[in-house]
């Protein structure tokens, strides 16, 4: 059974994201902050049954070792690196953002 990690990076993301849906749409209801929360925490829950069901991330497949998954979650993903028995979240992010130079920026520190 794989363990689960968000990096920091990561935590910020859902931060964001749950405080922007908090403001937009306030914390209660199908639609809220807390629900959007929970759906983001499960998906990654998933990734502990089935670490390997997320597809490869396109834009690292020729710049990063491999491992990079991902899980979708309309309009999100959820970035992760799987080794051995850890997969490590490191970006949950709007698939409408330009995530190519996003991924590269966190990851590899280059604009």
Do not use: C
Not at 42 to 48: D, G, L, Q, S, T
Not at 88 to 111: E, I, K, P, W, Y
Request: hydrophobic share 40%; proline share 5%.
């Amino acid at each position: 059974m794989v363990r689960v990690t968000i990096s920091e990076d990561a935590e910020h993301d859902l931060f964001g994201i749950y405080n922007k849906r908090l403001e937009l749409r306030g914390p209660d209801g199908e639609d809220g902050a807390e629900a959007l929360l929970d759906s983001l925490l499960a998906a990654m829950e998933r990734i502990v049954r089935f670490p390997e069901s997320g597809p490869n991330v396109p834009e690292l497949r020729d710049m990063a070792e491999p491992g990079w998954r991902q899980i979708s979650l309309r309009p999100y993903r959820i970035i992760y690196l799987l080794s051995d028995d850890v997969a490590t979240v490191v970006m949950v992010a709007d698939s409408r953002r330009d995530l190519s130079n996003l991924l590269q920026r966190r990851l590899f520190g280059r604009a």
